[in-house]
């Protein structure tokens, strides 16, 4: 569990990103910080130590990247684990058997894999919800429900829910509110401001920005909730090693820079992407054409560089993506990279193919991860792609 320093958070974003949970080595004077890598620590006598006893529990690269991460959402507690579903199935050992999990309907299709396949093994009980109507969550809600949990924007369908609704339902009826920042990063949103217990990402994707590890996150303000989640994190020990986190510490020093790049160019693919299919078949919260465009402009200081678009059909998707040139089809997102995705086929394959179709992520659905390459390169990609393509 690391503990930041108020004072961090009056400076602004960029700053944090760089400076924010990290401090000059003691030994060395060495500015970025070491990666310890080690397993255990010297003690020097029966019960005292340096506050470190085995990696497991703590490690000082590790606790850098937690704070650095805690300042960046403005919380007050970071939890690094060993991958993004690492860091969601810990949260979820908060809860017991019987305890309802109500949660959004259109998740990273990995999510409702581990709810519905392995923890429902273990007694907990999951509900699904159109979250971009606060109503329809405040119907669903039932004396069992402990949580929501929420993704905005969503994988791959660019939803929108309103933190600041969900977080008063929430409250009210005395469950945790927990979001999947992992979209729009602390950058551009920060939902323990609109109500959110819990923050969390999957560090793998903008936070680390290079896609050359795998890692996840948590972030709360509450001291009795970090307790309990630092002991799971000990005693389950889904915990990254010192490498990994030094490589996020490394990817946050630049995420606000990243990030703006990844927004200025979405925004401009997005737009042109309109023109070419249709406002009604891409999917970018920053279009005004979006229907919770207005709420995305809210509670969000950018819209980032994932797009979704539909091609009408498998074989025009598969046609686009194989034409592709700059663009990489692959999974994952957030790199500084461009790749494109068939989520029918990738991330959501494990989603049942009758709930794919309500949600509409059809067999024609792709979804771009914009990277920092020049933006007039990625277009002009695109469009050649599209030649030829139906």
Not at 11 to 18: N, S
Not at 303 to 316: R, V, Y
Not at 320 to 329: C, D, G, W
């Amino acid at each position: 569990m690391s503990r930041i320093f108020d004072e961090d958070l009056q400076f602004a974003c960029g700053t944090r990103a760089v400076h924010a949970g990290q401090r000059p080595d003691p030994t060395s004077g060495a500015i970025m910080t070491p990666i310890f890598q080690t397993s255990t620590y010297a003690q020097s006598a029966l019960g005292v130590n340096t506050g470190y006893e085995y990696a497991r529990g703590k490690n000082p690269t590790r606790e850098a990247l937690e704070r650095n991460i805690a300042t960046l959402e403005g919380g007050t507690h970071g939890f690094a684990f060993a991958s993004g579903m690492g860091t969601i199935d810990s949260i979820m050992k908060l809860f017991k058997s019987g305890d309802r999990i109500l949660c959004a309907d259109n998740m990273y299709g990995g999510t409702p894999r581990l709810f519905d396949r392995i923890l429902v093994n273990m007694g907990l009980q999951f509900t699904y919800v159109d979250t971009r109507e606060p109503q329809r969550v405040a119907d669903a809600m039932t004396p069992d429900v402990r949580a929501i949990i929420v993704e905005t924007p969503t994988n791959p369908l660019m939803w929108i829910t309103d933190l600041t609704a969900i977080g008063e339902i929430a409250k009210r009826h005395g469950a945790m509110f927990i979001v999947d920042n992992t979209f729009a990063t602390p950058v551009f949103q920060r939902p323990l401001e609109h109500g959110a217990d819990i923050v969390f990402h999957s560090a793998t994707k903008y936070l680390n920005g290079h896609s050359d590890m795998v890692g996840g996150c948590a972030v709360v303000k509450d001291d009795d909730l970090a307790a309990r989640l630092q002991f799971i994190l000990n005693a389950a020990g889904a915990v990254p090693g010192p490498f990994d986190a030094w490589l996020v510490l490394r990817g946050t020093k630049t995420l606000h820079l990243r990030m703006a790049a990844h927004d200025a160019s979405g925004r401009r693919i997005a737009s042109w992407l309109a023109e070419r299919l249709g406002d009604e078949r891409v999917f970018y919260p920053g279009l005004a054409s979006h229907p919770h465009h207005a709420l995305a402009a809210r509670q969000m200081s950018g819209f980032g560089g994932m797009i979704s678009f539909e091609m009408g059909s498998l074989a025009a998707a598969a046609g686009v993506a194989n034409r592709l040139r700059i663009f990489t089809l692959a999974e994952s997102l957030g790199g500084v990279e461009s790749l494109i995705c068939h989520p029918a086929s990738m991330t959501h394959a494990s989603v049942p193919i009758e709930r794919r179709a309500r949600l509409g992520i059809s067999d024609g659905l792709l979804r771009l991860s914009v990277g920092v390459e020049d933006v007039q390169d990625l277009m002009n990609d695109i469009d050649q792609a599209f030649e030829g393509v139906s």
